[in-house]
């Protein structure tokens, strides 16, 4: 009786253990789907859609071969996994997300004929069987609740070639707020008036952008001086010559801030270097309060002001 007991005690653990698994699976599953279905409706994309999803009840999502179709572009993000999702609401206040690998499944776009035809070159010499072994990170959080502050990094690594990050913090901007610029039944002029009082209360008080260089110079350098012919290390002291004396064709009261980025940029020309670019803006930021005086010093040329009225930092390590 006992050993009866047992079986039909074990049958049911499984039973119900197999019953909530699917039904958490099913749960996952709509969520993601109606965000990707969301993303589509929006007009960003034209279609959305994975190939496998795997998940843990802690709310982490796995996606392999996530297909992305843009007008004019089409690519497989590889590998993306989501984690501390928050699931309760349309705007998640806190997401991470890590994409690894890309791939172009109609071979790498054919940027030739385009403004970005050096892109192309570049990405011909990094990709292999039309793919590029990218790694992005994405983190936001977002706090309605402390005047809508939404603090965010995202960082970009390709192995070879380069690691850039980028940090911000931003307040005031109800992102529930924001107007649908996939609703193409809207006037982009209407639109934009809807925007406009929004971005005035908005402020960023910092922003920090980061360039590592473990080989993208050497790639660009080598690229420009095969489209004029010359050896690169002509090419690169052409370069930064010109880096360091662009700031004597600027107005007088612009030289100094240009000259000092000027010797900046031809030292990250060096290569191996790390380009930093900072802004701690006036006013905590306040888009309202510093765009009449930036646009002030730019109307009367003082490209100085508007350098400290950002707070603007470039360096180079």
Do not use: C
């Not at 980028?166 to 209407?190: F, H, I, K, Q, W």
């Amino acid at each position: 009786m006992k050993n009866k007991i047992a079986v039909l005690t074990s049958i049911a653990i499984l039973v119900l253990g197999s019953g909530t698994w699917l039904y958490a699976d099913y749960r996952f599953r709509s969520e993601i789907d109606g965000r990707l279905q969301a993303a589509v409706d929006s007009g960003s994309y034209e279609a959305l859609s994975y190939e496998d999803l795997t998940f843990s009840f802690n709310g982490d999502v796995s996606l392999t071969n996530l297909l992305v179709q843009q007008p004019g572009a089409e690519y497989l993000l590889e590998k993306i996994h989501v984690s501390n999702l928050d699931y309760s609401h349309d705007i998640p206040r806190k997401m991470d997300v890590n994409i690894k690998g890309i791939r172009f499944p109609k071979g790498l776009p054919d940027l030739g004929s385009t403004e970005n035809a050096s892109l192309g070159l570049l990405l011909e010499r990094i990709a292999e069987n039309d793919a590029i072994p990218l790694e992005i990170s994405y983190s936001h959080r977002y706090d309605p609740d402390n005047a809508w502050q939404l603090d965010s990094v995202v960082n970009i690594v390709i192995p070879s070639l380069m690691q850039l990050d980028v940090s911000s913090t931003m307040r005031n901007l109800p992102l529930e707020s924001l107007p649908d610029y996939g609703d193409t039944g809207t006037d982009p002029a209407e639109l934009q008036a809807q925007l406009m009082p929004l971005l005035n209360q908005t402020e960023l008080p910092s922003f920090q952008f980061q360039l590592q260089d473990q080989g993208l110079v050497q790639a660009m350098i080598e690229l420009g001086a095969s489209d004029v012919d010359t050896p690169p290390e002509d090419y690169r002291k052409m370069l930064a010559s010109q880096t360091r004396n662009a700031h004597l064709f600027l107005p007088q009261n612009a030289q100094e801030l240009m000259m000092n980025a000027g010797l900046e940029l031809a030292k990250f020309l060096e290569g191996g270097r790390t380009l930093t670019i900072k802004l701690q803006p006036e006013f905590n930021g306040s888009i309202s309060k510093l765009q009449p005086q930036i646009m002030g010093a730019v109307l009367t040329g003082d490209i100085n002001r508007v350098a400290q009225l950002l707070n603007l930092e470039l360096t180079t390590q």
